[in-house]
């Protein structure tokens, strides 16, 4: 046992130095002191727990910098900078070599293996309590099974393991470990967050806000079962068998290539398990009469006959659409204040250049201190409906310009009108072509609600000596705080990561019942065993989880629209996954959502359109006839379903395979 906390500890060594004070815990193992001591000590045991929260950064950032979250940009959102090495074109063309994938591998499974001996080796004592002991159990719990999870979305299937502690001692052939079928990891989370929701609380104050909670447990659970039924994991009829060719060392199928139906049904059942602990519920911030600037009086939703007329949760009578998803964002609520937050990183921040604060910044104009070099695609500018919920339809939108600041909500004088009679979310989330930035900490007049312009020969035009421009002529607004400045003293608020939100659990819950056949019903046991849900395609409840995302966004439910849309398995898969593109831009979803519906072939393949960024103010009408953008190349091959492992690992571990398309070098 000497002999691998010395071998451990040698290996973490060079990620202690790089920590922060608070995580580094070098300084308390110079002496190299038996792993015992360490677990006799409160302080100390929160130390080596810290240590494993710490690989939930870098590379394992959710949302963040291209730098480390490039799964952050699909066909929805595009940069236009080199980073690292990293071009746009580089992720969609595949370019990357394993090396450039390698840095989540090393980091979780550091991360797992710090949880582990911790889970090993942790105790009650005279400085743990009992109490205290099963909360930092739990959380430990859920590091491990949370680190397996985000290697299991990257990489596919992967080697689970043993809990206890490796004897170095052993031979090379029993330190390699095959991977796991997908089904298998997925069991092992599921499991792992299991023993975590029976340790940790409903709740946490606020100090301790982005520690988990039994919520966060079971939703992680919710989410690994939603991706082992979907397509890519469980191929149905027709869909293609993209994964047959997925094996181990010895042969065996990683991934199922047999249908089980069942599978959404689990996921049904522990996304209810979340919703049935009663913890969460959408945030929605109340109507405002009178506004400002940075806070404007609430734009109603056009008259609906019964949703106008009905206070939250009923209706939208009394809330704005507007503000309760913009401030879910942009640092104007805290963790604790926030009901629909689940689980969070907090601040995410390990530095100010890539974190969930860099991408705002990255999104601001250069006017106000911003790079001005993330944007979105027309594809996703487009996606956004009407707000009476019909889609936006090119073709027939208003033509023309605004004539002054009142004609429209939300619109300044001389924006397009197709940009105008858009949904809330829109506003709080795009930044097109004429959008006022209010820079509102800025200290002088001249700094503020600013508006920007994106025509060539614009400050935040097309350049040809600088990157920093937005290439589709489309910025992002959503995670930018109306305060947010970096000019005239103005300073960035912190903004809160909403890595599992209360609305993803609504929609993953309906997409679930939505995949089961009509006549199709289920047993299955809650995750404590002390309930049994009956499970199938229930009308009902699938409106009934739907109906709080849609009123929050001032729109009515589906039916509205389309009266056959809650009838037809087709037509709400469709308009779910319209949802889920609209609802979690920027929050590193899009990616894996197009890849396990097996849309991404599809939809990564596509051209990226965008407004003719070549085109000056003078000649402005000619800005928004969509053209292609050469340089955001569009492409898809199988290889881009899962992440590769390195030669070096492959080397290390003799029975680890390599991920299908890419490079095994044997």
Same mark, same amino acid.
């Given at each position: 046992?000497?002999?691998?906390?010395?071998?451990?500890?040698?290996?973490?060594?060079?990620?202690?130095?790089?920590?922060?004070?608070?995580?580094?815990?070098?300084?308390?193992?110079?002496?190299?002191?038996?792993?015992?001591?360490?677990?006799?000590?409160?302080?100390?045991?929160?130390?080596?727990?810290?240590?494993?929260?710490?690989?939930?950064?870098?590379?394992?950032?959710?949302?963040?910098?291209?730098?480390?979250?490039?799964?952050?940009?699909?066909?929805? /959102?595009?940069?236009?900078?080199?980073?690292?090495?990293?071009? =746009? %074109?580089?992720?969609? #063309?595949? +370019?990357?070599?394993?090396? @450039?994938?390698?840095?989540?591998?090393?980091?979780?499974?550091?991360?797992?293996?710090?949880?582990?001996?911790?889970?090993?080796?942790?105790?009650?004592?005279?400085?743990?309590?009992?109490?205290?002991?099963?909360?930092?159990?739990?959380?430990?719990?859920?590091?491990?099974?949370?680190?397996?999870?985000?290697?299991?979305?990257?990489?596919?299937?992967?080697?689970?393991?043993?809990?206890?502690?490796?004897?170095?001692?052993?031979?090379?052939?029993?330190?390699?470990?095959?991977?796991?079928?997908?089904?298998?990891?997925?069991?092992?989370?599921?499991?792992?967050?299991?023993?975590?929701?029976?340790?940790?609380?409903?709740?946490?104050?606020?100090?301790?806000?982005?520690?988990?909670?039994?919520? /966060?447990?079971?939703?992680?659970?919710?989410?690994?079962?939603? =991706? %082992?039924?979907?397509? #890519?994991? +469980?191929?149905?009829?027709? @869909?293609?068998?993209?994964?047959?060719?997925?094996?181990?060392?010895?042969?065996?199928?990683?991934?199922?290539?047999?249908?089980?139906?069942?599978?959404?049904?689990?996921?049904?059942?522990?996304?209810?398990?979340?919703?049935?602990?009663?913890?969460?519920?959408?945030?929605?911030?109340?109507?405002?009469?009178?506004?400002?600037?940075?806070?404007?009086?609430?734009?109603?939703?056009?008259?609906?006959?019964?949703?106008?007329?009905?206070?939250?949760?009923?209706?939208?009578?009394?809330?704005?659409?507007?503000?309760?998803?913009?401030?879910?964002?942009?640092?104007?609520?805290?963790?604790?204040?926030?009901?629909?937050?689940?689980?969070?990183?907090?601040?995410?921040?390990?530095?100010?250049?890539?974190?969930?604060?860099?991408?705002?910044?990255?999104?601001?104009?250069?006017?106000?201190?911003?790079?001005?070099?993330?944007?979105?695609?027309?594809?996703?500018?487009?996606?956004?409906?009407?707000?009476?919920?019909?889609?936006?339809?090119?073709?027939?939108?208003?033509?023309?310009?605004?004539?002054?600041?009142?004609?429209?909500?939300?619109?300044?004088?001389?924006?397009?009108?197709?940009?105008?009679?858009?949904?809330?979310?829109?506003?709080?989330?795009?930044?097109?072509?004429?959008?006022?930035?209010?820079?509102?900490?800025?200290?002088?007049?001249?700094?503020?609600?600013?508006?920007?312009?994106?025509?060539?020969?614009?400050?935040?035009?097309?350049?040809?000596?600088?990157?920093?421009?937005?290439?589709?002529?489309?910025?992002?607004?959503?995670?930018?705080?109306?305060?947010?400045?970096?000019?005239?003293?103005?300073?960035?608020?912190?903004?809160?990561?909403?890595?599992?939100?209360?609305?993803?659990?609504?929609?993953?819950?309906?997409?679930?019942?939505?995949?089961?056949?009509?006549?199709?019903?289920?047993?299955?046991?809650?995750?404590?065993?002390?309930?049994?849900?009956?499970?199938?395609?229930?009308?009902?409840?699938?409106?009934?989880?739907?109906?709080?995302?849609?009123?929050?966004?001032?729109?009515?439910?589906?039916?509205?629209?389309?009266?056959?849309?809650?009838?037809?398995?087709?037509?709400?898969?469709?308009?779910?996954?319209?949802?889920?593109?609209?609802?979690?831009?920027?929050?590193?979803?899009?990616?894996?959502?197009?890849?396990?519906?097996?849309?991404?072939?599809?939809?990564?393949?596509?051209?990226?359109?965008?407004?003719?960024?070549?085109?000056?103010?003078?000649?402005?009408?000619?800005?928004?006839?969509?053209?292609?953008?050469?340089?955001?190349?569009?492409?898809?091959?199988?290889?881009?379903?899962?992440?590769?492992?390195?030669?070096?690992?492959?080397?290390?571990?003799?029975?680890?395979?390599?991920?299908?398309?890419?490079?095994?070098?044997?």
């Amino acid at each position: 046992m000497k002999k691998y906390i010395i071998l451990l500890l040698i290996c973490l060594g060079t990620c202690f130095q790089s920590c922060s004070d608070y995580l580094n815990v070098d300084r308390y193992f110079n002496d190299r002191q038996e792993l015992e001591r360490i677990f006799n000590s409160k302080d100390y045991t929160e130390e080596w727990l810290a240590n494993a929260y710490f690989q939930l950064l870098n590379y394992n950032l959710e949302i963040g910098h291209i730098r480390y979250t490039i799964t952050n940009f699909s066909d929805d /959102a595009v940069f236009n900078e080199g980073s690292g090495g990293r071009t =746009y %074109a580089d992720i969609r #063309l595949g +370019n990357y070599t394993p090396y @450039h994938y390698s840095g989540s591998w090393r980091q979780s499974y550091d991360g797992i293996r710090q949880a582990s001996i911790m889970i090993e080796l942790a105790h009650p004592g005279d400085e743990i309590s009992e109490e205290e002991y099963k909360d930092l159990m739990g959380q430990a719990y859920f590091i491990r099974g949370y680190l397996y999870w985000l290697l299991l979305r990257k990489y596919g299937p992967i080697p689970i393991l043993p809990d206890k502690a490796i004897d170095y001692d052993d031979s090379y052939d029993d330190l390699s470990f095959p991977r796991s079928t997908y089904d298998e990891c997925v069991e092992y989370i599921s499991n792992q967050m299991k023993l975590a929701a029976e340790l940790l609380p409903l709740n946490r104050d606020t100090r301790s806000a982005s520690r988990p909670t039994r919520g /966060a447990a079971l939703a992680v659970r919710a989410k690994a079962y939603l =991706y %082992a039924a979907s397509p #890519l994991m +469980n191929p149905k009829g027709d @869909h293609p068998k993209e994964m047959a060719d997925f094996i181990d060392d010895q042969g065996k199928q990683l991934i199922s290539q047999e249908y089980d139906e069942g599978k959404w049904a689990k996921a049904a059942a522990a996304a209810l398990d979340v919703i049935d602990l009663g913890q969460y519920k959408l945030y929605v911030a109340v109507k405002r009469i009178t506004g400002s600037d940075i806070y404007p009086a609430t734009v109603s939703p056009p008259e609906h006959p019964e949703y106008s007329h009905k206070d939250w949760p009923q209706g939208w009578r009394d809330i704005d659409p507007f503000e309760s998803y913009r401030a879910l964002f942009n640092g104007d609520l805290y963790v604790a204040e926030n009901p629909e937050i689940i689980f969070t990183r907090g601040d995410n921040q390990l530095h100010p250049e890539y974190g969930i604060l860099s991408i705002s910044r990255h999104q601001m104009p250069q006017f106000g201190g911003g790079y001005n070099c993330h944007g979105v695609t027309g594809k996703q500018c487009d996606a956004y409906v009407m707000n009476d919920g019909k889609p936006f339809d090119r073709k027939t939108a208003m033509k023309g310009f605004t004539e002054s600041d009142n004609e429209f909500p939300h619109l300044k004088a001389g924006v397009w009108k197709e940009y105008a009679n858009r949904e809330p979310r829109f506003y709080a989330s795009i930044a097109y072509n004429g959008v006022v930035f209010p820079l509102a900490s800025s200290d002088k007049s001249e700094y503020r609600n600013h508006q920007t312009w994106y025509y060539r020969g614009e400050q935040d035009g097309r350049s040809a000596s600088s990157e920093r421009w937005q290439p589709t002529g489309i910025s992002m607004m959503k995670y930018v705080n109306p305060k947010d400045s970096y000019v005239s003293s103005g300073i960035a608020y912190p903004k809160i990561d909403p890595v599992i939100r209360y609305a993803d659990i609504l929609l993953m819950y309906a997409e679930s019942l939505n995949e089961l056949n009509e006549g199709s019903s289920y047993q299955v046991k809650s995750w404590d065993g002390e309930r049994t849900y009956e499970i199938s395609r229930d009308v009902a409840k699938m409106k009934e989880a739907i109906l709080p995302v849609r009123l929050r966004a001032g729109l009515p439910n589906y039916d509205d629209i389309n009266p056959q849309t809650y009838e037809s398995q087709e037509l709400l898969r469709k308009a779910i996954k319209h949802e889920r593109q609209i609802e979690f831009l920027g929050e590193n979803q899009r990616y894996y959502d197009l890849r396990r519906w097996l849309d991404a072939q599809e939809e990564e393949a596509k051209p990226i359109y965008g407004c003719n960024t070549f085109i000056t103010k003078e000649n402005a009408e000619l800005f928004y006839e969509q053209v292609e953008i050469p340089h955001l190349v569009a492409s898809f091959s199988r290889k881009m379903y899962f992440w590769p492992v390195t030669y070096d690992e492959l080397q290390r571990n003799k029975r680890l395979t390599q991920a299908p398309g890419w490079q095994s070098f044997d």
